[in-house]
């Protein structure tokens, strides 16, 4: 017998035309469908869901206790409401949340990170940097942080980002720290100033205790130096001893 042995294959010469290996699609059901078309997708949008829902409510019950005057004052009041600073901030703030865990959410199931029970990388915590945004994602059991980032180049095409990278959670393997880098901090602050250049003028003193602004990284973050430490540095033939501050 000539060729390989391959098991469940008869043995021979290798066939003269290489063919790819077909993927093996399962059988959509009905279940399936419902999940994949509408319970994932209200899923993720269940924040403004909850918001529109608590609107028309509250407008609805005006109305109904009293007509139309009713519901004009509670939507007067709500429109109010967003006038306040920091009602508005908490808004803008949970709107912009699920805009990036749904785009992440997107982009991992299209660079291949969900499991075999259909789960992916989830966005625990987010906040915008001046290169894009920072987030804190959990790996579904059984994966890494390092699938996450063997599939850095994929997510960045799917998030239409320059660049993502990876690190692992310090403290807990199952958590990683993921940097969407969308645009160039140098680019995008112009001309940067050192952040003490007014001090003098502003009559404050810097303390030699704080840390000195000395650049930006390329994540956008203030990079700072430290000039004096607390630490304790161990004498030989003697106790420790507190080098800087008496």
């Known amino acids: 017998m000539l060729g390989p042995q391959v098991p469940g294959r008869p043995?021979?010469?290798?066939?003269?035309?290489?063919?790819?290996?077909?993927?093996?699609?399962a059988q959509n059901t009905r279940g399936s469908l419902?999940?994949?078309?509408?319970?994932?997708?209200?899923?993720?949008?269940?924040?403004?869901?909850?918001?529109?829902?608590a609107v028309v409510a509250l407008v609805g019950g005006g109305w109904m206790l009293g007509g139309?005057?009713?519901?004009?004052?509670?939507?007067?009041?709500?429109?109010a409401m967003l006038g306040v600073s920091a009602v508005r901030g908490w808004l803008?703030?949970?709107?912009?949340?699920?805009?990036?865990?749904?785009?992440w959410d997107r982009a991992a199931r299209f660079a291949g990170?969900?499991?075999?029970?259909?789960?992916?990388?989830?966005?625990m915590e987010a906040t915008p940097t001046g290169a894009g945004e920072r987030l804190l994602v959990?790996?579904?059991?059984?994966?890494?942080?390092?699938?996450?980032?063997?599939?850095?180049?994929?997510?960045?095409?799917?998030?239409?980002?320059?660049?993502v990278l990876v690190s692992a959670d310090d403290l807990n393997a199952r958590y990683a720290h993921v940097e969407v880098i969308r645009r160039d901090p140098l680019d995008a602050f112009g001309v940067l100033g050192w952040p003490w250049a007014?001090?003098?003028d502003q009559g404050w003193v810097a303390?030699?205790?704080?840390?000195?602004p000395v650049g930006v990284s390329e994540t956008g973050a203030l990079v700072t130096v430290s000039l004096l430490s607390d630490g304790l540095v161990p004498v030989q033939g003697g106790p420790p001893e507190i080098e800087g501050r008496p």
């Not at 419902?34 to 829902?53: D, G, N, S």
């Not at 703030?93 to 865990?101: C, E, G, V």
């Not at 990170?113 to 966005?123: F, G, Q, S």
Request: with cysteine.
């Open 11 to 25: 043995s021979g010469l290798p066939p003269a035309v290489e063919m790819p290996a077909v993927p093996i699609r």
């Open 34 to 53: 419902l999940t994949m078309y509408v319970l994932r997708p209200a899923w993720l949008i269940r924040r403004e869901i909850a918001l529109t829902a």
């Open 68 to 79: 139309w005057p009713v519901a004009l004052v509670v939507a007067v009041y709500l429109a």
């Open 92 to 103: 803008v703030a949970l709107l912009w949340r699920a805009r990036i865990i749904r785009r």
């Open 113 to 123: 990170l969900a499991t075999h029970n259909d789960r992916v990388p989830r966005v």
């Open 138 to 163: 959990r790996v579904p059991k059984g994966g890494a942080a390092c699938d996450i980032e063997d599939r850095a180049p994929w997510l960045a095409s799917s998030l239409e980002a320059a660049e």
């Open 198 to 200: 007014d001090a003098p």
């Open 207 to 212: 303390d030699a205790w704080e840390p000195i």
